[in-house]
């Protein structure tokens, strides 16, 4: 398909696994973003690549929280160590644009992650 | 910091019009956007604002007063697939990322 995917959709893991959660943007989309979603809350932004380049991650809870993006396509956002409170739904989404004001988000579906 | 607010749930009607509020308080603001997301779905684009006044699209409408710090999504003729969660967001500075407020989840009834 022509938008953004991700998967797994959904990942159960235990306390204290390591996982990767991939991201595919829509062709040729220069910027990408990860963001988290806690149950009834609004997305909360994690970090942002400007192709290749990773020019924002304050939004990174812990430095267990690890991206990349290393061709400037695909993305791996990886949880070392994963606790119960990273439990959420990881978004990506892509934007065509690199700057000025007007940059819409297309989103994928999201990672639905469990930690027990 | 950036705090966006807007109510937790609203109920409509088939049919009627809701109006449903956004305040913002950010510093370096550039524009204001209002995504839909149906529950376990990806938000998608509704509408954007960057200069005050109202953006019509169809059945949905947008508003916004930057001095105000006030953005308004009006919803005409409801349906009940319009039962989803609404999200107000901003972008800020020169940040491409959205900052977004807590959403607004609406249930539409027959």
């Known amino acids: 398909g022509a938008g953004v995917s991700q998967s797994p959709r959904y990942k159960v893991a235990k306390r204290g696994q390591d996982v990767a959660l991939r991201c595919d943007p829509i062709?040729?989309?220069?910027?990408l973003f990860w963001y988290q979603q806690a149950l009834g809350q609004g997305p909360e932004f994690l970090t942002y690549?400007?192709?290749?380049?990773?020019?924002?991650k304050s939004g990174l809870p812990s430095d267990r929280f690890f991206a990349e993006r290393p061709e400037g396509s695909v993305s791996t956002l990886k949880i070392q160590r994963t606790q119960q409170e990273d439990s959420a739904v990881y978004l990506c989404?892509?934007?065509?644009?690199?700057?000025?004001?007007?940059?819409?988000?297309?989103f994928g579906p999201g990672t639905r992650l469990t930690v027990l | 910091g950036q705090n966006i607010d807007q109510p937790t749930e609203m109920t409509a009607t088939e049919g009627a019009i809701v109006q449903i509020n956004c305040t913002y308080q950010?510093?370096?603001?550039?524009?204001l956007f209002w995504y839909q997301q149906h529950a376990g779905e990806a938000p998608t684009f509704l509408s954007y604002?960057?200069?005050?006044g109202l953006e019509e699209k169809g059945r949905f409408s947008s508003f916004l007063s930057r001095s105000k710090g006030y953005s308004y999504l009006l919803l005409k003729e409801l349906q009940m697939k319009d039962s989803a969660s609404y999200l107000c967001?901003?972008?800020?500075?020169?940040?491409?990322?959205?900052?977004f407020g807590g959403g607004t989840r609406l249930m539409v009834k027959p």
């Open positions: 967001a901003v972008t800020h500075n020169a940040g491409n990322m959205l900052t």
């Open positions: 062709s040729g989309h220069v910027s």
């Open positions: 950010t510093s370096g603001f550039n524009g």
């Open positions: 604002n960057v200069l005050d």
């Open positions: 989404a892509s934007s065509l644009g690199a700057g000025g004001i007007y940059n819409e988000q297309f």
């Open positions: 690549f400007q192709n290749e380049a990773q020019l924002d």
